[in-house]
């Protein structure tokens, strides 16, 4: 039987364990909930989790599909200056930063395309080769993802409390190639 998953924007870790360990069938058909995974992420600064959060226009009640990202409104820039901030100093963020620059500054209409393309982006990274599924039709609601923390730490920039909510990109950025074999280990399939 198929997961059904939410697409969220640079989710936790474990999500990609989901996706990588799991039938997973992505709902796009909902009604777009506020205050979720779906526009924010999470990061490690030097004082402590920072939420970012990418603007969307507000119309009512859309499906996620609709939802339209609100460029009005300038992100973008302080987007990147808050990752460069927190993640400067990391091994692999040089090396990443560039494509992922490009996915933000392509501007897509949609959060659902923005999400997207920063999922194929994580799961290139990870070496994932996974055929991804979506809903053709509202399927009902998807299961709310609890958030575990990793059975194992990973250097990080800032040394904090590892915190389960953190974007991928901490992981990626921390540990570049080897985040696969660390999401291989740091969690037990349920």
Known sequence: MERLMPLLLL???????????????????????????????FIVSSQGVMR?????????????IHVEIDYAQNWIGPLKQSLDTCYNASPYFL????ALWQIFDSK???LFQLNLSLFHWCIGILGFEKDIHFTKKFEGPCKEIEWPL????????????PQPEISVIDLLFN???ESEAFLKN????S
């Open 11 to 41: 989710p936790p870790p474990y999500y990609f364990f989901l996706f990588k360990n799991q039938d997973c069938l992505f709902e796009l058909h909902e009604t777009y909930p506020k205050q979720t995974l779906r526009n924010r992420f």
């Open 186 to 189: 740091a969690y037990t399939s």
């Open 52 to 64: 970012v959060s990418i603007p969307v226009k507000r119309q009512g009640n859309k499906k996620s």
């Open 95 to 98: 090396y990443y930063k560039d």
């Open 150 to 161: 990793p059975k194992q730490a990973y250097a990080q920039v800032f040394d904090k409390k």
């Open 175 to 177: 540990l570049g190639p």
């Open 108 to 110: 897509p209409r949609f």
